[in-house]
């Protein structure tokens, strides 16, 4: 194999399990054009300030909690409840596999978050958010994006 190929092929690894971190107006773009603004009465800002809080914007983001249940991706949306990984367990009530909240397209993420906020009457399953979105002016989070 050339040099040029195994350059190539390593590189293809790399974006593979590389993580993804979206900007911020990136993330209002998707998060408009996927009808979050005011989804449930949730303002825009509330769901770029959430997925702040929650990981960074980092769409790979897993953090493995004392009961053993993991949380994934953006939203941090937990597997216990929401999604499936290997246990029996799960209620997986999103109807997705974990994995698939670690995508760099959002789409199945953006859903199951919707879910949530529908199911559990609002955005408190996600403390990030309660701790330091809820109740804030949040107009700053959508400033100098391209969205409405
Ligand atoms: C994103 O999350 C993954 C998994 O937790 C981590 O390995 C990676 O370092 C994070 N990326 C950044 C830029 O923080």
Redesign the pocket.
């Known amino acids: 194999m050339k040099a040029a190929s195994v350059l190539a092929l390593v590189a293809g690894f790399l974006t593979v399990t590389e993580?993804k971190?979206y900007t911020r107006c990136k993330l209002a773009k998707i998060f408009a054009r996927a009808n979050l603004d005011n989804y449930m009465g949730f303002s825009l800002g509330n769901w770029i300030c959430m997925a702040y809080y929650e990981s960074?914007y980092?769409t790979?983001?897993?953090k493995v909690l004392e009961d053993g249940s993991i949380d994934y991706g953006i939203f941090q949306i937990n597997s216990f409840t929401w999604c499936r990984d290997k246990r029996l367990s799960e209620k997986n009530y999103c109807h997705v596999a974990c994995s698939a909240l670690l995508m760099d397209d959002l789409t199945d993420a953006i859903i199951c978050a919707k879910k949530i906020a529908k199911e559990t009457q609002g955005m408190n399953y996600w403390q990030g958010w309660k701790k330091h979105c809820d109740g804030k002016d949040l107009s700053d989070w959508k400033r100098g994006c391209d969205v409405s």
Do not use: Q
């Open positions: 993580s971190i960074h980092n790979t983001a897993r």
